[in-house]
């Protein structure tokens, strides 16, 4: 013990002090009484220094760095008195981390889920803990994602095209168009990062802009690259008619599709559902139906079969060129019903006999006609065969 550490106050003695007590300081202390009568009295005091805990970062440099699949393993080491228990957590998550090999932590394979900091606590009995930070950090190629690979744009307007970049070490970033030219910001475009996010804007778009442009990424493992285009053509049309119709043979279909630019025409094709054979094919010339970019358009169609279903699809056209082919639309033709005409009831006339000179006059002719000799033609039907009995008539 360093005497400069211990003393004896009171003036007598009676009183022993440490300052700064110490590990080694832990022990027996005798406590002697003298005087010049009789014995010396004595009694012993155990001492015992109670440290805190300390923790030892393994590696030292609290830093532990690795490719996504290579194996982790990182420690730590704990003193103190009393004995700390040593426990791992990471930031972020509720439950502790399985210790295993005493008080270390080992992944077989890594990958970015395992990157981040981990806490090695040491707690002791009395409620005192210390903690360490280790740093891991996985290492991995670029990877982009491209939310909107295909952008519909009108001249004259401003569009963002973007992409998502991830990557340890975090990758740097560009973006190029289809002839290799590197962007950069100036009157025309607009570079932006923020975090993973990178957008390029098109400011006032002109027909030189419709084309392919290039996110690129990269980092020290490697560089990848992803496109996103600008188009002008119309967007996929989408059906909107009711797929029952109210007609048996007829058949009105109707659409809508956007597209920043006027739309010539449309290709109609269509067929019986349960048929592989070949579409029948219209050509809709496009009418001026729109609502801000939005097209509609109706067309009917004739000499279908009552009661069938049938599928459709379509494409639309501006000065750009076609769209993309409709998800195919099935429609069903209105059941027919057959009006049938119940069978009228048969009369049955009973028959006439002609008795000998009996006159036979037409009920019908209001006006007596006189002076005229005529012959009449009498066809009698009823349950007997037809018989056509001649007549002549001696008019007074």
């Known amino acids: ?107 077989s394979e890594a990958d970015r889920s395992h990157a981040g900091s981990y806490e090695c606590i040491a707690n002791n009995s009395l409620g005192i803990f210390t903690s360490a930070i280790i740093r891991v950090q996985v290492l991995y190629a670029p990877e982009i994602e491209t939310p909107h690979p295909w952008i519909h744009a009108g001249e004259g307007t401003n569009v963002n095209i973007s992409c998502i970049v991830r990557g340890e070490p975090v990758p740097s970033m560009m973006w190029k168009k289809a002839d290799g030219q590197t962007i950069h910001s100036d009157d025309h475009y607009r570079v932006m990062s923020n975090g993973h996010h990178h957008t390029l804007e098109v400011l006032n778009l002109q027909e030189e802009d419709f084309g392919r442009y290039e996110c690129l990424a990269s980092n020290s493992l490697s560089s990848t690259s992803e496109n996103v285009h600008i188009i002008g053509t119309p967007q996929v049309p989408k059906f909107t008619s009711k797929p029952h119709g109210t007609q048996g043979t007829k058949y009105t279909i109707s659409w809508t599709v956007d597209s920043h630019t006027p739309v010539d025409e449309y290709s109609l094709m269509y067929r019986k559902k349960s048929s592989t054979g070949e579409w029948e094919s219209k050509t809709v010339p496009a009418s001026e139906t729109r609502e801000g970019t939005a097209h509609t358009q109706m067309f009917q169609l004739l000499d279908l079969e009552p009661a069938t279903s049938y599928e459709a699809v379509v494409t639309a056209r501006n000065k750009f060129g076609w769209s993309k082919q409709s998800d195919a639309f099935v429609f069903t033709t209105k059941r027919e019903e057959i009006v049938t005409t119940p069978p009228s009831e048969e009369t049955t006339v009973p028959p006439t006999v002609l008795e000998n000179d009996t006159p036979v006059t037409n009920d019908k002719t209001a006006d007596k006609v006189t002076g005229v000799s005529s012959t009449y033609t009498l066809s009698l039907i009823s349950l007997v065969p037809v018989a056509f009995i001649s007549f002549r008539r001696i008019l007074l």
């Open 1 to 107: 013990m360093e005497t400069c550490r211990s003393t004896l106050d009171n003036g007598d003695g009676s009183s022993f002090h440490i300052s700064s007590a110490q590990i080694e300081d832990s022990g027996e202390y005798e406590c002697i009484a003298d005087n010049s009568v009789g014995d010396p009295a004595s009694a012993v005091i155990t001492v015992e220094v109670v440290s805190a805990p300390k923790v030892y970062p393994d590696p030292k440099s609290g830093l532990v760095v690795v490719k996504e699949g290579e194996p982790i393993e990182i420690g730590c080491e704990a003193t103190g008195d009393p004995t700390p228990v040593i426990s791992w957590k990471k930031p972020g998550l509720d439950k502790a981390i399985k210790v295993r090999e005493g008080n270390k932590i080992v992944i």
